[in-house]
């Protein structure tokens, strides 16, 4: 008797929650997208106005662009919405993607404490400040997740002329994990650390953390959107995933990425037009 | 969510977000146990009242289970669960049952297994008065387990307060999605990452008095219980 009824029981929990329930009643997405975008707070100031345009609600997955990936090539997304072009560049070539669209840019800032142990003060010049810092041995956070900060970050040190890999020492921490974790460390650790500039401005925990470099072009960070392709997964939302891409690149959508600020200060620039982006 | 708000602000004021946060953190944990109650009882009792070769063997792969590692069961389930998984195609990732079926895995050997105790520790006491008044095995599971009852929701909260504290396996299968499998846990681990310790300290002061609550909910029914059983 009393198994009948914590089965019934049971069974009615689960039911409130059936898939088939959730979709019948609502039209949803599930995209996978960085830490960036959703730590830097565009997400939570964007998505309830496509929500209330369209209907459609959308799920967000925040990973690394490294896993965001992964995780449409599982077809377990129905959008990828990340910031590493060379790696989306080898999405669309495998044919895990149909069409890739530049959405916005923002850059990437090198953050150090004010105490500034590397001596890299006043220097627009990323390589002269990475080699600073590994002459110094002054302690540096990496991501070390395969985002696409990560990956910039590993771009940065080549382009300085740096084999990180082989140089890297007791000095240089890589922890695994999202941009804003990488933050709280570098904070607690009194340590430099590549950041999105959009991670950075919202972020509450700066205390003696500072942006030591900026401005560099080699900086630059370009987010771009996909649709994971229907042919590949047979299951995505390929209509309303469609629409929320087709959104996002138009006057409106643009828009509204553009007017995300904090403290006055856009953290995105939206740059659908350029389609070398 | 507003982010702005101090941790205080948060904790006194009630915050309809951080309701529908602390609704599906209730739902999620609670589902789970009674998952591993439903299974975890009686296969405790079963495994404490037969014999059979490899029993002992058996006993401590159990015990051993409540150490699970919930990063591993999470990660289990989602390639378990995968659209490229073999149960890809029920469309569970990412949504609150991906997360109870998790929990449920993780809490059902801490059911089980300290089931099994009370249920043999009593049966040590009942032996000889079953065998005495020729007790069949099927009510005398159902006397176990009901004379046994007080010390199994001991067993029951211990499994809540596994799964109410877990954060690494809900937050594989589940993804943390904003107003959707978004629980205290994951909500106080995003908080965190985004610099933003006094929400996320609120937070996690709110989830201690839920577990505390429930802790003390359980005692009173329980002495009620104590009282009126005599």
């Known amino acids: 008797m009393i198994i009948r009824r914590i089965l019934i029981a049971t069974a009615l929990c689960l039911s409130l929650f059936s898939p088939q329930r959730s979709i019948a009643q609502d039209k949803s997405i599930v995209v996978a997208s960085t830490t960036s975008t959703q730590d830097s707070g565009l997400f939570e100031y964007l998505l309830p106005i496509f929500t209330k345009k369209t209907g459609i609600t959308v799920k967000v997955i925040a990973q690394g662009t490294g896993q965001a990936l992964d995780t449409g090539r599982r077809g377990d997304a129905d959008v990828v919405f990340v910031h590493a072009k060379s790696a989306e560049e080898q999405f669309l070539s495998e044919g895990q993607s149909l069409k890739r669209y530049p959405?916005?840019?923002?850059?990437?800032?090198?953050?150090?404490?004010?105490?500034?142990?590397?001596?890299?003060g006043g220097t627009s010049d990323i390589a002269a400040a990475l080699k600073s810092i590994m002459a110094k041995g002054a302690p540096f956070i990496s991501r070390g997740d395969r985002s696409g900060t990560h990956i910039a970050e590993l771009m940065l040190w080549k382009q300085a002329g740096i084999d990180i890999e082989k140089e890297k020492n007791a000095w240089y921490k890589s922890i695994g994990q999202g941009m804003g974790a990488a933050l709280n460390t570098a904070q607690a650790s009194s340590a430099y650390v590549l950041s999105?500039?959009?991670?950075?401005?919202?972020?509450?925990?700066?205390n003696d953390l500072q942006i030591g470099v900026q401005g560099d072009k080699r900086m630059f960070n370009q987010y771009g959107v996909m649709l994971v392709n229907p042919d590949k997964h047979p299951n995505v939302k390929k209509d309303l995933g469609q629409q929320f891409i087709d959104w996002l690149v138009s006057v409106e959508g643009q828009k509204v990425i553009g007017d995300y600020k904090i403290n006055g200060e856009p953290l995105f620039y939206p740059n659908a037009n350029d389609s070398g982006a | 969510m507003n982010t702005d708000a101090s941790a205080l602000q948060l904790v006194l004021a009630v915050d309809p977000t951080l309701v529908a946060i602390v609704l599906l953190s209730l739902m999620v944990s609670l589902s789970a146990v009674l998952i591993a109650a439903v299974i975890?009882?009686?296969?405790?009792?079963?495994?404490?009242?037969?014999?059979?070769?490899?029993r002992g063997m058996a006993i401590v792969a159990l015990n051993a289970l409540m150490g699970l590692p919930p990063v591993v069961v999470g990660l289990a389930v989602f390639l378990l669960l995968s659209r490229s998984g073999p149960l890809g195609s029920l469309g569970m990732l990412f949504t609150p049952?991906?997360?109870?079926?998790?929990?449920?895995?993780?809490v059902t050997p801490i059911v089980a297994a300290l089931a099994r105790q009370t249920i043999e520790d009593l049966w040590e006491e009942y032996r000889d008065e079953f065998a005495a008044m020729n007790?069949?095995?099927?009510?005398?599971?159902?006397?176990?387990?009901w004379d046994g009852r007080f010390s199994l929701v001991?067993?029951?909260?211990?499994?809540?307060?596994?799964?109410a504290a877990e954060v690494g396996a809900i937050i594989i299968v589940g993804g943390n999605i904003d107003g959707f499998t978004r629980t205290m846990?994951?909500?106080i681990a995003l908080e965190t990452s985004k610099g933003n310790l006094?929400?996320?300290?609120?937070?996690?002061?709110?989830?201690i008095a839920i577990i505390i609550a429930i802790n003390a909910l359980a005692w009173w029914a329980r002495r009620t219980g104590e009282r009126y059983a005599g």
Do not use: C, E, H
Request: glycine letters at 12%; a positive charge.
């Open chain 2, 40 to 54: 975890g009882i009686p296969l405790g009792a079963l495994i404490a009242l037969t014999r059979f070769p490899g």
């Open chain 2, 185 to 187: 846990t994951t909500a």
């Open chain 2, 97 to 106: 049952q991906a997360m109870i079926v998790a929990q449920a895995i993780l």
């Open chain 1, 196 to 206: 999105d500039r959009g991670t950075w401005l919202n972020f509450k925990n700066k």
């Open chain 2, 154 to 163: 001991t067993a029951l909260l211990a499994g809540f307060g596994r799964s």
């Open chain 2, 198 to 207: 006094p929400l996320a300290v609120g937070l996690g002061i709110v989830l």
């Open chain 2, 135 to 145: 007790v069949g095995p099927v009510q005398r599971i159902g006397t176990l387990i």
């Open chain 1, 103 to 120: 959405v916005m840019y923002n850059d990437f800032v090198l953050i150090g404490p004010k105490s500034d142990p590397a001596k890299i």
